[in-house]
């Protein structure tokens, strides 16, 4: 089962040569001078994993040695690198506590934005009902809508709710906004599964909810696995929407190391292994789900 | 589950080839059982949108017309503010210069890579280390360039590149503070070099004490200084440092057995105005000139004695957008490669053929058919971009420290500001409103482009 979402993605990181085609780039590269365009290309790639090996480097040295010299000058004497600072870390309440909130804000978030999406995609595609497509379109029409707007407006309404400050705000608020992409992305990859399949399903007397779960979301698998490690990882990775809804017991990493920012030199042994600390899952998951995460990225080149 | 069941019984009762889906959308939706269901898949998605996006956008709306505390209606007062206020000014001007650049830099870089990676058996690899700043937190992103554009050049890679080059091409000075003490056969020679008073001769060691340097910023390296040997054909000195912390200067204008020499310092032999000869001191400070120097003033040219260069303000008032909008390309660059690079695959290869057989050079292939050929993917992504960068946050937030934060500004954290720091909940919804006028013509592009696509199906 191939599908618009998926093709474009898992061909976009596999080199040109593996699917058999005369690269473009070939002529080119030899036009140029095939030596002069991979010593750039070299160049280029060390100076994008810089800045990371620069963080990662910079939380494996001590306070002291980071006060007075530059992360380059452990390559020379790597016997200085320490794991000091992921020890005091780890004794950190703060930041060991929002890794955990962390955890309990982006699985819902993830979790709900799936379902709910998935029912409501499968709704769009599958379902009858009066004005289907205008609805649909008005889902499309909300993915760009920025997060900026319902920030005030939302915090009113959850502190009316008892909601503001609580990890189920931040997850709920995620999970709205996730939603129209949710909804796009499933609903016209459903809409790619062979109607045969469920008109097969439908005379063996499957209902809507076991045609649901028994076909379209088997079927669905890669879509949903795509939108599944785009929310996780959006979820993951944000800072505003925590920053404004969560409270010092519901802060997620991001937020807890935000704090620190303010005193960045003298913090920089908690924000540095911290910081690694808050990527090492979004990298574990990127490295593990290339083409799912890919694919994720190119259908949301809306949102 | 009873519904399902129920729904178990129907498809025999539906009309032949009127079964649901997306190729007849109004076509017989009259079904009056099964009504209610598609409703009960919606539900959750309706509510959650309609609490959460749609009641936000008609709240900010009204709320922008309305003062600070809510009660008095102020019409567009607080949108006149956007455009009068000078910190909302800032912000304005800053998203500006972010809408234009920031998406433009990240493409044009994209292209480059995806054209360039197509070729080299190890492109994945590049592309993986390109696109995967995709997979972290702006605020983890905000604390690597922090440590990127730490102004000390001993700690920030950005100036110790930046200084390093610098350097290359304009030696720096060893000795910032070096000055003739008491006594001293020197004088100021304007321009902050120093020039011996009296003209120099061969075979007369000559002494040029200085003092003034911290003993933690001499160089390394530095030996005792000891008084220079006599040559009678040659011009013969020693240059030292005539201090030493704790014993004072010792003999005055003598080298000291605890003083040590100046190594590297610059010394040139002057005849008339003009240099004849220069000479480097060793690391004990002595220095040697050829008979050619006999009768010349010896000068310390200032580039001794400069302060040393200490890098860019990265993160000051005028580079901090610019320096942040480099953090942004370092995240998003990697998305604008692996569109294009998806787009470049469904480029037909018989076109660019053609085109060298009738004899284009590369760039012209490059120019006139990839180029145009990319032009819908190179839109989306510089739309999908601009969009992103429309509402930039967590990196303005996170990198310029304090003092720059207002010079730095973006309209997203001026309504964070105005929305959670100053109270200004009028202001802040006028901002929101404005962020989402903006995005309008893309909803309304997206919403055509989508109808489209269904009625080809």
């Given at each position: 089962m191939t599908s618009t979402a998926t093709t474009p993605a898992a061909t976009a990181l596999v080199p040109a040569a593996r699917r058999g085609r005369t690269p473009l780039g070939s002529r080119l590269v030899s036009g140029l001078g095939g030596t002069l365009v991979r010593l750039f290309l070299v160049v280029v790639g060390l100076f994008w994993l810089m800045p990371t090996v620069g963080l990662l480097l910079s939380s494996l040295r001590s306070p002291r040695d980071m006060a007075e010299s530059g992360w380059w000058t452990v390559l020379t004497e790597p016997s200085r690198l320490t794991f000091e600072s992921y020890a005091d870390l780890l004794g950190n309440g703060d930041i060991t506590g929002s890794l955990v909130n962390t955890l309990l804000i982006t699985v819902p978030a993830t979790l709900l934005v799936v379902v709910i999406g998935a029912l409501a995609g499968y709704a769009f595609a599958w379902m009858e009902f009066p004005g289907r497509d205008w609805w649909f379109l008005g889902v499309v029409g909300l993915i760009v809508v920025p997060v900026q707007v319902a920030l005030l407006p939302i915090a009113e309404l959850f502190g009316d709710l008892g909601l503001f400050g609580s990890i189920a705000g931040v997850v709920l608020f995620h999970t709205g906004f996730g939603l129209p992409f949710a909804v796009f992305l499933l609903r016209n990859f459903f809409a790619e599964i062979p109607r045969e399949l469920l008109e097969a399903a439908r005379l063996d007397g499957a209902g809507e909810l076991r045609l649901f779960t028994r076909v379209v979301l088997p079927l669905g698998g890669p879509a949903v696995a795509s939108l599944g490690i785009f929310q996780f990882l959006w979820v993951w990775n944000d800072m505003l929407v925590a920053l404004v809804f969560a409270d010092s017991g519901s802060q997620p990493i991001t937020v807890a190391l935000q704090t620190q920012v303010r005193q960045f030199?003298?913090?920089i042994d908690v924000l540095a292994p911290g910081a690694?600390?808050?990527?090492?899952?979004?990298?574990?998951?990127?490295?593990?789900?290339?083409?799912?995460?890919v694919s994720g990225v190119m259908a949301g080149a809306v949102k | 589950m009873a519904v399902t069941k129920e729904e178990g019984g129907t498809p025999a009762a539906r009309p032949a080839g009127g079964a649901p889906g997306r190729r007849s959308p109004r076509g017989g939706a009259s079904r009056g059982r099964r009504s209610a269901l598609p409703f009960l898949f919606l539900l959750p998605a309706l509510v959650l949108l309609g609490a959460l996006v749609l009641y936000p956008i008609g709240y900010s709306l009204l709320r922008s017309l309305f003062d600070r505390t809510g009660d008095e209606f102020v019409g567009f007062d607080n949108y006149a503010e956007l455009f009068t206020d000078d910190g909302i000014l800032t912000a304005l001007t800053n998203n500006l210069i972010w809408v234009v650049v920031a998406p433009a830099v990240a493409t044009a870089l994209g292209l480059v890579f995806a054209v360039l990676t197509e070729r080299v058996r190890w492109g994945t690899a590049f592309k993986l280390v390109v696109f995967m700043p995709m997979a972290i937190s702006m605020l983890a992103a905000g604390i690597i360039f922090r440590l990127?554009?730490?102004?000390?050049?001993?700690?920030?890679?950005?100036?110790a590149v930046w200084v390093g080059v610098h350097d290359t091409f304009a030696e720096s000075s060893a000795f910032p503070k070096a000055h003739p003490g008491r006594d001293s056969p020197l004088e100021a020679a304007g321009g902050g070099a120093f020039v011996t008073a009296d003209p120099v001769r061969a075979g007369t060691p000559v002494s040029i004490p200085l003092v003034g340097v911290a003993p933690d910023v001499m160089?390394?390296?530095a030996a005792p200084?000891?008084?220079?040997?006599?040559?009678?054909?040659?011009?013969?000195?020693?240059?030292?440092?005539?201090?030493?912390?704790g014993k004072g200067v010792g003999t005055l204008n003598e080298p000291d057995a605890t003083e040590v020499g100046y190594p590297g310092m610059r010394i040139e032999a002057v005849k008339d105005g003009?240099?004849?000869?220069?000479?480097?001191?060793?690391?004990?400070?002595?220095?040697?000139?050829?008979?050619?120097?006999?009768?010349?003033l010896l000068r310390l040219p200032a580039e001794n004695f400069r302060q040393p260069y200490n890098g860019l303000e990265w993160l000051g008032p005028s580079l901090v957008t610019p320096a942040v909008i480099g953090a942004y390309v370092w995240m998003w660059a990697g998305f604008a490669m692996v569109l294009i690079a998806a787009g470049l695959a469904g480029v037909p290869r018989e076109l660019l053929e053609a085109a060298r057989?009738?004899?284009?050079?590369?760039?012209?292939v490059f120019r006139r058919i990839t180029v145009p050929l990319l032009a819908p993917v190179l839109g989306v992504v510089l739309v999908t971009l601009m969009i992103n960068v429309l509402k930039i946050f967590d990196l303005v937030f996170i990198i310029p420290p304090g003092s720059a934060q207002d010079d730095a500004n973006v309209l997203a954290l001026e309504l964070y500001r105005k929305g959670f720091a100053e109270d200004q909940p009028g202001v802040a919804s006028a901002i929101s409103v404005f962020l989402l006028l903006l995005v309008v013509p893309v909803m309304w592009f997206n919403v055509r482009r989508i109808r489209q696509e269904g009625r080809q199906r």
């Amino acid at each position: 089962m191939t599908s618009t979402a998926t093709t474009p993605a898992a061909t976009a990181l596999v080199p040109a040569a593996r699917r058999g085609r005369t690269p473009l780039g070939s002529r080119l590269v030899s036009g140029l001078g095939g030596t002069l365009v991979r010593l750039f290309l070299v160049v280029v790639g060390l100076f994008w994993l810089m800045p990371t090996v620069g963080l990662l480097l910079s939380s494996l040295r001590s306070p002291r040695d980071m006060a007075e010299s530059g992360w380059w000058t452990v390559l020379t004497e790597p016997s200085r690198l320490t794991f000091e600072s992921y020890a005091d870390l780890l004794g950190n309440g703060d930041i060991t506590g929002s890794l955990v909130n962390t955890l309990l804000i982006t699985v819902p978030a993830t979790l709900l934005v799936v379902v709910i999406g998935a029912l409501a995609g499968y709704a769009f595609a599958w379902m009858e009902f009066p004005g289907r497509d205008w609805w649909f379109l008005g889902v499309v029409g909300l993915i760009v809508v920025p997060v900026q707007v319902a920030l005030l407006p939302i915090a009113e309404l959850f502190g009316d709710l008892g909601l503001f400050g609580s990890i189920a705000g931040v997850v709920l608020f995620h999970t709205g906004f996730g939603l129209p992409f949710a909804v796009f992305l499933l609903r016209n990859f459903f809409a790619e599964i062979p109607r045969e399949l469920l008109e097969a399903a439908r005379l063996d007397g499957a209902g809507e909810l076991r045609l649901f779960t028994r076909v379209v979301l088997p079927l669905g698998g890669p879509a949903v696995a795509s939108l599944g490690i785009f929310q996780f990882l959006w979820v993951w990775n944000d800072m505003l929407v925590a920053l404004v809804f969560a409270d010092s017991g519901s802060q997620p990493i991001t937020v807890a190391l935000q704090t620190q920012v303010r005193q960045f030199g003298n913090n920089i042994d908690v924000l540095a292994p911290g910081a690694f600390l808050s990527m090492v899952i979004p990298l574990a998951v990127f490295f593990a789900f290339q083409r799912q995460f890919v694919s994720g990225v190119m259908a949301g080149a809306v949102k | 589950m009873a519904v399902t069941k129920e729904e178990g019984g129907t498809p025999a009762a539906r009309p032949a080839g009127g079964a649901p889906g997306r190729r007849s959308p109004r076509g017989g939706a009259s079904r009056g059982r099964r009504s209610a269901l598609p409703f009960l898949f919606l539900l959750p998605a309706l509510v959650l949108l309609g609490a959460l996006v749609l009641y936000p956008i008609g709240y900010s709306l009204l709320r922008s017309l309305f003062d600070r505390t809510g009660d008095e209606f102020v019409g567009f007062d607080n949108y006149a503010e956007l455009f009068t206020d000078d910190g909302i000014l800032t912000a304005l001007t800053n998203n500006l210069i972010w809408v234009v650049v920031a998406p433009a830099v990240a493409t044009a870089l994209g292209l480059v890579f995806a054209v360039l990676t197509e070729r080299v058996r190890w492109g994945t690899a590049f592309k993986l280390v390109v696109f995967m700043p995709m997979a972290i937190s702006m605020l983890a992103a905000g604390i690597i360039f922090r440590l990127v554009y730490d102004q000390d050049p001993d700690k920030g890679i950005a100036n110790a590149v930046w200084v390093g080059v610098h350097d290359t091409f304009a030696e720096s000075s060893a000795f910032p503070k070096a000055h003739p003490g008491r006594d001293s056969p020197l004088e100021a020679a304007g321009g902050g070099a120093f020039v011996t008073a009296d003209p120099v001769r061969a075979g007369t060691p000559v002494s040029i004490p200085l003092v003034g340097v911290a003993p933690d910023v001499m160089p390394e390296g530095a030996a005792p200084a000891r008084p220079a040997k006599a040559d009678p054909d040659r011009v013969t000195g020693v240059t030292w440092q005539d201090f030493t912390r704790g014993k004072g200067v010792g003999t005055l204008n003598e080298p000291d057995a605890t003083e040590v020499g100046y190594p590297g310092m610059r010394i040139e032999a002057v005849k008339d105005g003009k240099v004849v000869e220069t000479a480097t001191a060793a690391p004990d400070g002595s220095f040697s000139l050829s008979s050619e120097a006999d009768g010349a003033l010896l000068r310390l040219p200032a580039e001794n004695f400069r302060q040393p260069y200490n890098g860019l303000e990265w993160l000051g008032p005028s580079l901090v957008t610019p320096a942040v909008i480099g953090a942004y390309v370092w995240m998003w660059a990697g998305f604008a490669m692996v569109l294009i690079a998806a787009g470049l695959a469904g480029v037909p290869r018989e076109l660019l053929e053609a085109a060298r057989v009738d004899g284009a050079t590369e760039w012209q292939v490059f120019r006139r058919i990839t180029v145009p050929l990319l032009a819908p993917v190179l839109g989306v992504v510089l739309v999908t971009l601009m969009i992103n960068v429309l509402k930039i946050f967590d990196l303005v937030f996170i990198i310029p420290p304090g003092s720059a934060q207002d010079d730095a500004n973006v309209l997203a954290l001026e309504l964070y500001r105005k929305g959670f720091a100053e109270d200004q909940p009028g202001v802040a919804s006028a901002i929101s409103v404005f962020l989402l006028l903006l995005v309008v013509p893309v909803m309304w592009f997206n919403v055509r482009r989508i109808r489209q696509e269904g009625r080809q199906r």
